[in-house]
């Protein structure tokens, strides 16, 4: 194994994001959103084995106070080995100061937990499909 962690949308193959998201069981779009999601973040982490894309994870950011993480995924034959804390913990240390928020998806809270993200009493949403986002655990 040959791990790169990139933090540039430069030469990534954009198809591989939603193959990506859809393996391990995530909400994906065309590539082309992806591409405008991730070059519109403040901060990108993309890992590759031997110039394979394997994992990403992305941040939005005011870059002084607050910051939202998302798509964070590592393919499953790569999952355990300590990839994922990796992509968390560069994009926090991109931004330093700034607390953060992340939905996690359901079944996958104690990861972040393992990583000092604690669960919100606040915590609120409004999605454009509501209906979806329900019957998939993520809201009431």
């Known amino acids: 194994m040959d791990l790169q962690y990139r ?3 430069e030469g990534i193959d954009w198809v591989r994001i939603p193959e990506i998201l859809k393996t391990v069981g995530m909400s994906y779009h065309d590539a ?3 591409l405008k999601t ?3 973040s403040v901060s990108v982490v993309f890992v590759f084995d031997n110039e394979q894309l394997i994992g ?3 941040a939005i950011s005011d870059g ?3 910051a939202a993480i998302y798509d964070v995924a590592v393919l499953p034959s790569y999952q ?3 990839i994922g804390r990796q992509i968390i913990d ?3 240390a991109s931004l330093p100061g700034c607390n953060f928020i992340l939905y996690a998806a359901p079944g996958k809270e104690s990861f972040y937990k393992r990583l000092n993200f604690r669960r919100m009493k606040t915590g609120m949403a409004l999605f454009v499909k509501q209906e979806i986002m329900t019957s998939r ?3 009431e």
């Open 80 to 82: 355990g080995l300590g």
């Open 38 to 40: 991730f070059s519109a």
């Open 7 to 9: 933090n540039k949308c």
């Open 56 to 58: 990403f994870g992305r």
């Open 64 to 66: 002084l106070i607050q």
């Open 90 to 92: 560069r994009i926090v």
């Open 32 to 34: 082309d959103i992806h």
């Open 137 to 139: 655990g993520f809201t």
